[in-house]
């Protein structure tokens, strides 16, 4: 180092972010490869942004930090959107494919702590090593890592807990971010599994039906005002079950929120002219995630992974692997060997090594190729984001007392 972090604030934080997502999407028009495999717009230039100041601490020492309260507000915004295109009739559809995945992840987070416990038994590293490279940082992330690395450092006889948990939660979401799209290509391509249809597309606006809809200034605005109100319920609902005892993630309320407003509202007043599944609200959606995701990469400090010594990097590599066969020779087939089972899959892969908006990130660009599958965006971030933090939580301790 050669002096302090140069700390980047939030609105050039955001500029910056917007610039990293036009050099991704420049770079993927260059190279078809990266469209082949799906590989999201915001990804690409994200990991070159975040390659970029790898390379400017290497030869200078110099490290660079973003300020990203922004960020955290587009989450909020791409989940309230997602959830105002939801209905009921998905929701039910989505019922025996939501039961079948909660499923699925619960057993995962155990698979995930168990691959890691055992592989750092067998490396000579102590067991809390296995569980930090499992699921406290990877199905867990950087969250996650944070909360548990302190007792872990003091009671389990690993000092550097909170640098080994960031850093494999960091090459974890590199790696979730990339993995998603080539699995769907490859499930898509050795099961024939044909295009969806275009009707019920939750993000983008690739849909043809919508061509000739119009969008401008009043339908953006009136897609925000709908947006922010609620997020507003979101937020005095996740209040209230903060004061019942219950966290849930702030996107998770809202997410509930619109879900029950789409669903309520034009029905009861059939007149008014509601956004969802709009072109208006499918641009605002696609603008939040795409930023979110930009951001979240270029600001990683990848420089931290370079402490990473052999056998951590092989616990990493292990987990990875585990995470495919078990996507191709699990969740897949459970889930119908179909088109939602592969967009699911996709999902999976950023989910189970990154973070539930790199899954997301990971199934839209599926979806905008070929077709859409609402109910995965409804029944993954409700799996991802409520169910999970929970069990994660008991399962951490139960390897931990190993």
Excluded at 135 to 156: C, D, K, N, Q, Y
Excluded at 362 to 381: D, S, Y
Aim: glycine fraction near 10%; include cysteine.
């Amino acid at each position: 180092m050669t002096g302090e972090p140069i700390v980047i604030d939030d609105f050039l934080a955001y500029t910056v972010g917007i610039l990293v997502y036009f050099a991704g999407m420049w770079v993927n028009r260059q190279f078809s490869v990266l469209r082949s495999y799906h590989i999201p717009d915001p990804v690409t230039g994200g990991i070159l942004a975040a390659l970029v100041t790898l390379g400017l601490f290497g030869a200078s020492g110099l490290e660079i930090e973003f300020n990203l309260e922004t960020r955290d507000r587009l989450l909020v915004y791409f989940f309230t959107a997602i959830g105002l295109n939801a209905r009921i009739s998905d929701l039910i559809s989505g019922g025996r494919p939501l039961v079948i995945l909660l499923a699925l992840t619960l057993g995962y987070i155990v698979l995930q702590d168990a691959v890691g416990v055992m592989a750092a038994l067998a490396l000579g590293q102590p067991t809390a090593v296995g569980v930090l490279v499992g699921s406290a940082s990877l199905i867990g992330g950087h969250g996650t890592t944070i909360a548990w690395a302190p007792e872990v450092a003091a009671s389990h006889g690993v000092p550097n807990a909170l640098e080994i948990g960031i850093a494999a939660a960091t090459l974890g979401l590199v790696v979730a971010s990339l993995l998603g799209g080539p699995v769907a290509k490859w499930l898509l391509a050795r099961y024939d599994i044909a295009d969806a249809s275009p009707d019920g597309h939750m993000v983008g606006i690739a849909h043809e039906k919508q061509e000739t809809e119009q969008i401008n200034h009043i339908s953006i605005m009136a897609v925000l005002l709908v947006l922010h109100i609620a997020i507003i319920l979101g937020y005095v609902l996740n209040q209230a079950i903060g004061t019942a005892g219950l966290k849930l993630p702030m996107f998770v309320s809202c997410l509930l929120v619109a879900i029950a407003l789409s669903n309520t509202i034009p029905h009861l007043a059939p007149r008014m002219h509601w956004p969802a599944r709009s072109k208006a609200l499918a641009v605002v959606s696609d603008f939040s995630l795409g930023l979110f995701i930009a951001m979240s990469l270029m600001s990683m400090q990848l420089w931290t992974i370079a402490g990473l010594a052999g056998p951590l990097l092989i616990l990493l590599a292990l987990q990875v692997v585990v995470t495919v066969v078990f996507i191709l020779f699990v969740l897949f087939p459970l889930m119908g060997r179909d088109y939602l089972a592969t967009v699911l899959s996709a999902g999976f892969a950023g989910f189970a090594l990154g973070a539930t908006p790199t899954a997301i990130a990971n199934m839209t660009a599926v979806t905008k190729a070929h077709g859409p599958a609402p109910t995965a965006f409804i029944i993954l971030p409700l799996v991802g984001a409520f169910f999970v933090d929970i069990t994660n939580a008991f399962v951490i301790q139960f390897f931990l007392t190993l």
